[in-house]
Nanobody, 121 residues
Framework: VQLQAFGGGLVQAGGSLRLSCAAS????????MGWFRQAPGKEREFVSA????????YYAHSVKGRFTISRDNAKNTVYLQMNSLKPEDTAVYYC???????????????WGQGTQVTVSS
């Protein structure tokens, strides 16, 4: 599975962005998908994940209620809708694919290249 994330950019605090992650390969629908982020000088952290069927979604406490993960298996794409953005959301955001949904990066087998999100105060 090859992943390409896009949709990042510069936004003011309180604004919104929608990230997309396009996957190649016919097996996309069998993978759980996750979003992670890494801010300068910090470790990569879990943001959100979704099961292959979209039956279950998971969020980090810091983004719960503001971010929404979704996927469209027909389009081989997973999304991260980010609302009420804060300066502390500034990071490079990565999408990743795993055989089963997980909250740790080591469980993910495939990674996209990352897209920069910058939130100004």
């Amino acid at each position: 599975v090859q992943l390409q994330a896009f949709g990042g950019g510069l936004v003011q605090a309180g604004g919104s962005l929608r990230l997309s992650c396009a996957a190649s390969g016919r097996t996309f629908s069998s993978y759980a998908m996750g979003w992670f982020r890494q801010a300068p000088g910090k470790e990569r952290e879990f943001v959100s994940a979704i099961t292959w069927s979209s039956n279950s979604t998971y969020y980090a406490h810091s983004v719960k209620g503001r971010f929404t993960i979704s996927r469209d298996n027909a389009k081989n794409t997973v999304y991260l809708q980010m609302n009420s953005l804060k300066p502390e959301d500034t990071a490079v955001y990565y999408c990743a694919a795993a055989r089963s949904v997980a909250g740790t990066s080591r469980e993910y087998d495939y990674w996209g290249q990352g897209t920069q999100v910058t939130v100004s105060s």
